[in-house]
């Protein structure tokens, strides 16, 4: 696939998701990397532009400095979107009570506590991302470590054997410090890297996870 049909490819999906206005997001492309640029209204628009890239075959990398403007009469206070933001957690049901921290400025938010589980952690993200107003998140949740290395490597390497949609074989996994996974090797799509990750996470006590997998091309991309 070209450089060229790829753009092409990642303007259509944009344009069909319903949930992205791709009318001021620029994209290019260089031999499977693709930049995204541009402006939306909201950070959640900004993950869906993002998601909807990941989609398209033939994406081997993304690079994006999209920005989230907040049209002036939609403007939100800091001090309404951390109140909104401490409510929306301590109603989710997944998230642990009061174990998430919340700070604002200028509409970014940043999350901080401690949680047992990495699936809290995004879980905390996902229930502010949405709030109007939020331009950005930077996550900061802490997972406790639970296991030693050598148990937490046998469960990565069970967990993926066990994942129909994961060639096992074609994966290296090894960890660092204790409880940071560092994932190498090659996978056919953006879909198998996602669950090789969502494997490694899976583990209690993981802290960290270093993605250097690749994905791979049946044939070069060119301009």
Known sequence: MTDAQLRQDVTDELE??????????????????VSLAG???SYAEKLAAI????RVAGVHAIAENIEVHRPYEKHTSDDQIAKRAYDILNWDVVVPAKAVDVLVHDGWLTLS????????????????????GVRGI???IVIKPRLDSADVKS?????L?????IEASAISVSVQSGNKVVLEGVVDTWGERRAVEDAAWSVPGVIAVEDR???????PATA
């Open 39 to 41: 402006h939306v209204n």
């Open 161 to 165: 054997r066990r994942h129909a949609a």
């Open 16 to 33: 069909f998701d319903p949930s992205v206005s791709g009318e001021h997001i620029a994209v290019a492309v260089d031999h499977g990397v």
């Open 51 to 54: 998601a909807a890239t990941r």
């Open 113 to 132: 506590g401690t949680v047992d589980w990495h699936f809290e952690k995004i879980a905390a993200e996902d229930a502010v991302r949405k709030l109007s």
């Open 138 to 140: 930077t996550n900061m």
């Open 155 to 159: 469960q990565i390497d069970a967990a």
């Open 213 to 219: 997998l690749t994905i791979s091309q049946s044939r």
